[in-house]
T-cell receptor
């Protein structure tokens, strides 16, 4: 079956570093995505990994291990505006570039 | 901004009535998607389209139909709305790079 697991909620302090983990079991794999979604808004694209390793983009980094079915999103120098849900998603390699989403991790950044 | 709009943005309807949601894009993207988002479930794919008149089912397609008569518009229809279809509906397009998706602002639908 298709399954993507990530923690439901996390809390971190402004200025700190937080790591949000994601594990997946899908029938195929053609890339892993992270999206950010603020409350009441649409998801917005953060990162894409298709090969093993770390992709860095400013304060955000995403890591992938395909053999372990594992990814993490690393947020550095946390800001209050980073309080949002973070969605892990896998493109399963079937037709239509279909993407399967996890339920999301709600991150609370406190002062 | 990928030029995606959704209408209506909010709708309250009664059980058993038909409802059509519209997704409109201005940048000639081939692939369009309809998702619903519910607490604890994340985004779930309802239907998607890979061109004019070309559509296919997603994981939660029961009770929904779609149409795409022109590139810019992708319509989602609930033939007879049920309370279980109360949700937030997002439309998305596949970006030019072919990797990420861009989402519309969403439609909050309540079925009473």
């Amino acid at each position: 079956g298709q399954n993507i697991d990530q923690p439901t909620e996390m809390t971190a302090t402004e200025g700190a570093i937080v790591q949000i983990n994601c594990t997946y079991q899908t029938s195929g794999f053609n890339g892993l995505f992270w999206y950010q979604q603020h409350a009441g808004e649409a998801p917005t694209f953060l990162s894409y990994n298709v090969l093993d390793g770390l992709e860095e983009k400013g304060r955000f980094s995403s890591f992938l291990s395909r053999s372990k079915g594992y990814s993490y999103l690393l947020l550095k120098e946390l800001q209050m505006k980073d309080s949002a849900s973070y969605l892990c998603a896998v493109r399963d390699g079937t037709g239509g570039f279909k993407t399967i989403f996890g339920a999301g991790t709600r991150l609370f950044v406190k002062a | 901004d990928a030029g995606i709009t959704q209408s209506p943005r909010h709708k309250v309807t009664e059980t058993g009535t038909p409802v059509t949601l519209r997704c409109h894009q201005t940048e000639n993207h081939r692939y369009m998607y309809w998702y619903r988002q519910d607490p604890g479930h994340g985004l779930r794919l309802i239907h998607y389209s890979y061109g004019v008149k070309d559509t296919d089912k997603g994981e939660v397609s029961d009770g929904y139909s779609v149409s795409r008569s022109k590139t810019e518009d992708f319509l989602l229809t609930l033939e007879s709305a049920t309370s279980s279809q109360t949700s937030v509906y997002f439309c998305a397009i596949r970006g030019e790079q072919g990797n990420e998706q861009y989402f519309g602002p969403g439609t909050r639908l309540t079925v009473t």
